[in-house]
């Protein structure tokens, strides 16, 4: 028969085994519920983002897209290669039957939602959805980008529509002629000679020719569109650009009876301005290749006569050396013109006649 201190002694180290064996559970036994809440929570919520980019994403068109995943599509190495860890990991289905990424990303998702396993779906979901934000901003892009090319195309489509009707090649050759006008004053004048340079009156009208340019160039990209307004707001710009030409010319010409330009001569500076507006004129009926290749044609046979008569005016800026030169831009012009007349168009579908 034992003691009752031998009872007292045994008791209590059993109650002290029994607390222990309680103190010392693995608490993984124990479920986590505040734990497991938030995991789904998380997951949750980058479900939701990924679900969306995947919406946005398929709606993009189809060659944008391609074209994206070829172009900025490095990270779908990455997400391939982290789903291929995940069926490596978790001994899943890689899904090798399904045709497309998105398919087999969505096969792989599905085990690991049946699985139980929300901290690394969350982890897959989070590098797909960066990269489909990659894809996404790719294929933003290149949406603006044909919007814009497409712009463009009707811009220049209505702009070429206006450029090419009689009053639009009439307005471009007189600016063409002005221009024309003032390149060959400019080469009879002796090289020394810096005079009626563009100034600041100059650039200022330049400034709004371009500011009207750019205006008319926009209401050609607009929904709403009449060519007959269109060829007026063209017809407007051109003048513009050769009334800002214009003043230059005056200037010149008022020069001229400085270097040797009198009114015996001035008969041969009217002639050639004259011709100018011819050759113009004839420009404006041929094709501009053809019109390139009698210019230049015309210019290689007479530039040596030019250039001699050039550098004897130049020596000597008098009034008989000032006539040779006249006279032998003269011929170089009655060149150009004969060879534009022999290819004219001969029914010309424009007139373009220079006025001035």
Known sequence: MSRPADVSLRMRTKLALAFLLLGCAPESVQPQPAEGADAQRRLQGIRAEHEALA????????????????????????????RGKLVSQFALNPCEDSATSESRSS???????????????????????WCMKQLSACTTKRVEQAKTDALNE????????????????????????????????????PPSVDVCAPDASFEACQERVENERSAFHDSLRGESYDDKAATSAYVAVAHSEAACRQPELDCLSATLSKYGVFPESRKLVDRNLALLGERQKLLGQVSSEAGQHCLTSAQKQRQADIVSAYVAYAREPVLYFRMQLDKAFSELHQDEINCLSAGRKTSPAVQAVAKH
């Open 55 to 82: 919406k946005r994403l398929a709606s993009a068109p189809a060659d944008h897209l391609e074209a994206c995943r070829s172009t900025s599509g490095d990270c779908l190495l990455q997400v391939a290669e982290q």
């Open 107 to 129: 096969c792989v998702t599905q085990q690991l939602e049946g699985a139980g396993h929300p901290r690394e779906l969350a982890e897959y979901y989070s590098l797909e959805s």
């Open 154 to 189: 009707r811009q220049l489509a209505r702009q070429r529509a206006a450029e090419r009707t009689p009053e639009g090649l009439a307005a471009m050759s007189g600016v063409e002629l002005v221009k024309a006008r003032v390149e060959y004053v400019r080469a009879t004048l």
